[in-house]
């Protein structure tokens, strides 16, 4: 599938910022605008989000990450990249790296976990994608997630970030939230990969993060083999929207060994 994306910078190495559910790429835009001063930075909207097709159907991580594989190739970027993701973008990564290893360089999990759904948030998934085909709208997911994605201080003390956020909510599409929920429900447990992921590693999270709080981040870190884990202080589940200066510095710090050695 054809993915739209930001494609900005010039440099090596190249890095591929893959976004949350459901807000699309403008999610990395701080991010990537700051990254693209020294390196090449992609950054698609995954299937199912901001320009990128939404066809009906379950969208499973593999889906996704195929879909990255393609957007590389039509690009010509044949040199191994640097992959975040944050949160769903960090199970996409995840399917990305189980498949194509060889095509990674250095991989930043972001707000993420290796695990799969309990039966019961694949569950609630399925009832929230139901009331989302049901009502044609994104609604009932802003509902459900948006008063859990920022530090609970951003709530009161914020009101100009959380309506950033919703809008990058309300833009998707009804068929392309309902297909990641889906897929989301139905991804493999990632664990058993984390220790044979042999490469440069940041796991990053924010010390607020309530969906992937911090516990679940050091749990992979622990579990790779050449991870450093960075806590963002006072951001909660969107580091690259809530603390984008903190982000990109340690984007930066797990590229400067690699940007060494070339
Ligand atoms: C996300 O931010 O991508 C979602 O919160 C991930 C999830 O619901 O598991």
């Known amino acids: 599938m054809r993915l739209e994306c930001d494609d900005v910078g010039a440099g090596y190495p190249v890095f591929v910022l893959l976004h949350g ?29 901001g320009q990128s097709p939404a066809p009906r159907g379950v969208y499973t991580m593999d889906d996704l990450a195929h879909d990255v594989v ?8 044949t040199v191994p990249v640097v992959l975040a993701g944050l949160s769903m973008g960090g199970y996409a990564a995840l399917a990305f790296a189980a498949r ?13 976990r290796a695990g799969a759904d309990t039966a019961q948030a694949a569950q609630s998934r399925e009832s929230l994608a139901v009331e989302v085909e049901t009502s044609n709208s994104v609604g009932p997911v802003i509902e459900s997630f948006l008063p859990k994605l920022l530090a609970p201080s951003a709530y009161e003390e ?7 956020v919703r809008r990058m909510m309300s833009g998707q599409p009804p068929a392309g939230v309902a297909g990641c929920l889906r897929g989301m429900a139905a991804r493999p447990d990632r664990a ?23 516990d ?13 884990l960075v806590v963002i202080p006072s951001a909660g589940h969107l580091t690259s929207v809530e603390a984008p200066e903190a982000t990109e510095a340690a984007l930066r710090e797990l590229v400067a060994p690699i940007k060494a050695r070339a």
Do not use: N, S, Y
């Not at 194509?100 to 993420?112: E, F, K, P, V, W």
């Not at 914020?158 to 950033?164: G, H, I, Q, W």
């Not at 044979?196 to 992937?212: C, K």
């Open 192 to 214: 058993p990969l984390l220790p044979t992921l042999d490469l440069p590693t940041l796991v990053l999270v924010g010390e607020a993060d309530r969906i992937t709080p911090p």
């Open 21 to 49: 559910f459901p807000l699309g790429r403008a999610m990395w835009a701080d991010v990537a605008a700051g990254l693209a001063r020294d390196f090449r930075v992609i950054v698609p909207d995954l299937r199912g989000h």
């Open 100 to 112: 194509h290893r060889a095509r990674l360089l250095g991989l930043a999990l972001c707000d993420t």
């Open 70 to 77: 393609e957007l590389l190739d039509e690009r010509g970027v």
């Open 216 to 228: 679940e981040a050091q749990h992979m870190a622990d579990a790779l083999p050449d991870a450093r």
């Open 158 to 164: 914020k009101p100009a970030l959380v309506e950033t």
